[in-house]
């Protein structure tokens, strides 16, 4: 999966659809991520204690990475991602846009 924790992404389809932000957590085995304040879902807490209320939170859903793209961080529009060599020859993530490093 190309898309790592804290990259910038623009969603590409749903209801977010052309929105950016910057990704929470990955999951590489499911191709999901969770993306701040996007795909937001109402979810119903039970109460915990007795006496206490139950609640309804807003929470983050994970999306598939399909509907994701990276943002450039030269240009600041979406771009694919691939891999290069850096000059001290480890590998690094590419943004095929402008050619730029993304951080590893």
Same mark, same amino acid.
């Given at each position: 999966? $190309? =898309?790592?924790?804290?990259?910038?992404?623009?969603?590409? *389809?749903?209801?977010?659809?052309?929105?950016?932000? #910057?990704?929470?957590?990955?999951?590489? /085995?499911?191709?999901?991520?969770?993306?701040?304040?996007?795909?937001? /879902? #109402?979810?119903? #807490? /039970?109460?915990?204690?007795?006496? *206490?209320?139950?609640? =309804? =939170?807003?929470?983050?859903?994970?999306?598939?990475? *399909?509907?994701?793209? =990276?943002?450039?961080?030269?240009?600041?529009?979406?771009?694919?991602?691939?891999?290069?060599?850096? #000059?001290?020859? $480890?590998?690094? /993530?590419?943004? $095929?846009?402008?050619?730029? *490093?993304?951080?590893?």
């Amino acid at each position: 999966m $190309k =898309i790592r924790k804290d990259d910038n992404v623009i969603i590409l *389809s749903g209801k977010d659809k052309g929105k950016t932000g #910057k990704v929470i957590r990955a999951f590489p /085995r499911e191709s999901k991520v969770i993306v701040a304040g996007m795909n937001i /879902r #109402k979810v119903h #807490k /039970r109460p915990t204690k007795t006496g *206490s209320k139950g609640q =309804i =939170i807003d929470q983050a859903v994970p999306m598939h990475v *399909s509907n994701v793209m =990276i943002v450039d961080p030269k240009t600041n529009k979406r771009s694919r991602v691939g891999y290069g060599t850096a #000059k001290d020859g $480890k590998k690094t /993530r590419i943004s $095929k846009k402008s050619g730029t *490093s993304l951080s590893m």
